[in-house]
């Protein structure tokens, strides 16, 4: 199958190929997209056989949820029922945008491969220019995980949905280069609480200053089926290993010393602060004190490492504040909970 990049210019894609999204996805196939946030992949979120097409291309768990992508709010009352009234306050305030709400599934509504069998789902508008318009056009929910190979680091530009996709999917919507970087937050609101299950840029913070108190998951346990994306599997991984570091110029220096000692390559991905250590590949984040900067470079850096012939990658923590709990959330998950000891 020949995939084709429609080239948006100024995020206002043609009617053309808004036409040609909606026919595929209408007849049963996967399209890529632009959010805020990073690029989706979606189908029609009624239809098993579509859905089960965007695993087929990921090569994603089958046990993983999906989001589901809608362009106004009265489509969410076809699929769900008994929306808390906090739900509704965090729709009024952060909609569209880049939040995601587990909400009660309504029985034979969705394709049963959407929810992985649980008896909730979870729901966004997402606030992207070209994701807006094509939902509001296709008038149906879309499923959409990232559009990136299951467990690499997800796509924030067209180019990587083709590097990872090419071939298996039929259309890539361009919309530049996506504004946030990091997936969703998403919020449960079918607890005694609202509980964030995965942090993202609507942070915790925010959410609190809207709804009051809300509660933070622990990520899942092997055993458990996920209720969100990104809470049980390892994500957002390059090739070649992560390390999680101390952020000390003085303890990132040694570490690269004592890589180099046995003739491996290092890339250090990490604030500018960090320039002046003597490495084979350096990734900037930014300021250090700029964290939606650091977001916004992320998945970018990460993926630049593939195209070295880096052994081994060191990231020095980050400041879990704000934003910065979002990205650690995803380092924790690229390093798969490995520190780099000296």
Known sequence: ????????????????????????LTNG????????????????????????KIFEAKGRPQDNPLIVHVGSKKEIKAFTHDIPNLAEVCMNTFWPGPLTLILPLKTDTLAKNVSAGLP????????????????????????????NKSGKPSPTKAAHVYHDLKGKIPLIL?????????????????????????????????????????????????????RAPGMKYAHYAP??????????????????????????????????????????YFFSLGDENQLDDAAHLLYQALRDCDETDVEIILVPVLSKKGVGKAIMNRLEKASNGNWFHN
């Open 29 to 52: 196939e996967v399209v890529a997209f632009p959010t805020e946030t990073v690029y989706g992949l979606g189908a029609i979120a009624t239809s098993e056989a579509a859905v089960a």
């Open 239 to 280: 090739d070649s290993p992560v390390f999680l570091i101390e952020a000390s110029i003085q303890k990132v220096q040694e570490a690269v010393e004592k890589i180099h000692n046995e003739q491996k390559k290092v890339a250090i991905i990490a604030s500018d602060s960090f320039n002046q250590v003597q490495v084979d």
């Open 120 to 147: 909730t789902v979870g729901v966004r508008m997402p606030e992207h220019p070209v994701a807006l318009e094509l939902l509001k056009q296709l008038k149906q929910p879309v499923a959409a995980p990232s559009a």
């Open 174 to 226: 361009d919309g530049g280069t996506t504004g946030i970087g990091l997936e969703s937050t998403v919020i449960d609101f079918v607890g005694e609480i609202p509980t964030i299950l995965r942090p993202g840029g609507i942070t915790k913070e925010m959410l609190e200053k809207v709804i009051g108190p809300v509660g933070e998951a622990k990520p899942t346990d092997h055993e458990e089926a996920p």
């Open 1 to 24: 199958m020949k995939t084709i990049i429609s080239i948006v210019d100024n995020l206002s894609a043609d009617k053309l190929s808004y036409t040609q999204a909606v026919d595929l």
